[in-house]
């Protein structure tokens, strides 16, 4: 049998810690290693397969349209990336879609966009205010935005125009703000920073001091939208409308897609200011739309809000159980559990042998994000596993 895992330390740089487990098949919340071993995936291609693996939705979209036609460019229209972007615009507060690859890419032309419109109505402001601990991808733009040392000092120095301000205070981005500011860029929840949810009123005091400002509120929801916390997009939760969002992660079921969707006062791309090869692909676009308009014609949402809830109330019976189980957080399927030390690694590492794939977001926590789609038996399966791994810390 081909040893894969020597393979990829001969090929590749060491980028990723890997868990010790190649995976060969996918269905629904199961994943199947190359032993024939089964996993209950709550880890979800981090947030992204959110009908699960290989829906029936998605397989037959993409062979359809792979038979029929996977990519042409930008220079003309095609019909898959129209109904895509439809069904978006139709769904949500926004008026205007650029289609990319990826949440990195999403962010930055969400920035770019904010640039741009601070030059034609700001006086040409350019800086954007993040949060301490956010995540918003691995360009080296997007690195200068992410509100973490760890991810500038390999690079630095790292792109100007971030100001990275601490979390869920408006204090501080009222603080950080100046004459040459065009926005706020914020994740409604913080994903990869650990689930940190923000306080009520947080973002809705963002949105007041943007408008009284006049600059521009981006939300990043490449891990809160399309259904992932219990609404269609997260921003519904905070009774806010934000000028722009990013999207990816979820919006493909699996196949890479990015979106930045924007209101039309900030709609300031012109003719050739940005542009993708591959993004808007049909292959990519009849994805989106399979996945989309499944989550929306099967109240996917509210069904993770359910879920969500019951996934909580299981992990606060844990919590309830093991007094080293310190903070339990998060919204729909987003959602964490906080150790008193860093205790992750090794429960990590014993859920896996028992079946179940979690991710590790920090050495103290664990990030729970299953597929959207999942219901209540297999939530009791996985915490019928944690449990047994918790009783032997
Ligand atoms: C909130 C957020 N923004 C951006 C990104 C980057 O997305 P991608 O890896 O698709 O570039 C991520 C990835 O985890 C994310 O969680």
Request: aromatic share 8%; glycine share 10%; hydrophobic share 40%.
């Amino acid at each position: 049998m081909t040893n894969w895992q020597k393979l990829e330390s001969k090929y590749f740089m060491p980028t990723i810690k890997r868990m010790p487990i190649t995976l060969v098949k996918g269905k629904g919340v199961r994943v199947w290693d190359d032993n024939g071993k089964e996993y209950l995936d709550f880890t979800a291609g981090w947030g992204v397969n959110s009908l699960g693996h290989c829906h029936s939705e998605v397989v037959s979209a993409i062979t359809e349209q792979a038979k029929t036609l996977i990519q042409t460019s930008n220079q003309f229209y095609t019909i898959p990336q129209l109904q895509l972007a439809e069904l978006l615009i139709e769904n949500s507060c926004f008026g205007k879609v650029f289609f990319c690859n990826s949440g990195a890419e999403a962010n930055e032309g969400a920035v770019k966009l904010a640039r741009r419109y601070g030059k034609l109505h700001l006086d040409g402001a350019y800086k954007v205010i993040t949060a301490l601990n956010s995540f918003h991808g691995r360009t080296l733009a997007m690195t200068a935005a992410t509100g973490q040392r760890k991810f500038h000092e390999p690079y630095s120095p790292v792109p100007d125009g971030f100001i990275n301000v601490e979390y869920n205070s408006i204090g501080a981005i009222k603080k950080a703000t100046s004459a040459q500011t065009c926005a706020v860029m914020l994740e409604p929840i913080q994903g990869e920073g650990g689930v940190n949810v923000p306080d009520d009123g947080y973002l809705k005091a963002v949105r007041a001091w943007c408008d009284e400002k006049g600059i521009l509120l981006i939300l990043d929801e490449v891990q809160t939208g399309i259904g992932r916390i219990g609404t269609l997009f997260g921003y519904e939760q905070f009774g806010i409308e934000p000028d722009i969002i990013s999207l990816a992660k979820g919006l493909g079921g699996g196949i890479p897609i990015g979106a930045l969707l924007t209101k039309e006062k900030s709609a300031v791309f012109a003719l050739g200011e940005h542009g993708s090869t591959f993004g808007g692909n049909p292959l990519a676009c009849a994805a989106g739309y399979a996945t989309l308009n499944f989550i929306i014609e099967n109240d996917i949402p509210g069904k993770v809000k359910r879920n969500g809830d019951y996934l909580i109330d299981q992990l606060k019976k844990l919590k309830a159980k093991y007094d080293f189980i310190v903070e339990v957080r998060g919204r729909g399927l987003l959602v964490a559990i906080q150790f008193n030390s860093d205790l992750t690694q090794n429960i990590v590492k014993s859920c896996m042998e028992r079946g179940l794939l979690l991710n590790p977001v920090k050495p103290n926590a664990i990030r729970f994000m299953p597929p959207l789609t999942i219901v209540k038996k297999d939530i009791d399966s996985a915490m019928g596993i944690l449990d047994k791994v918790l009783a032997k810390v």
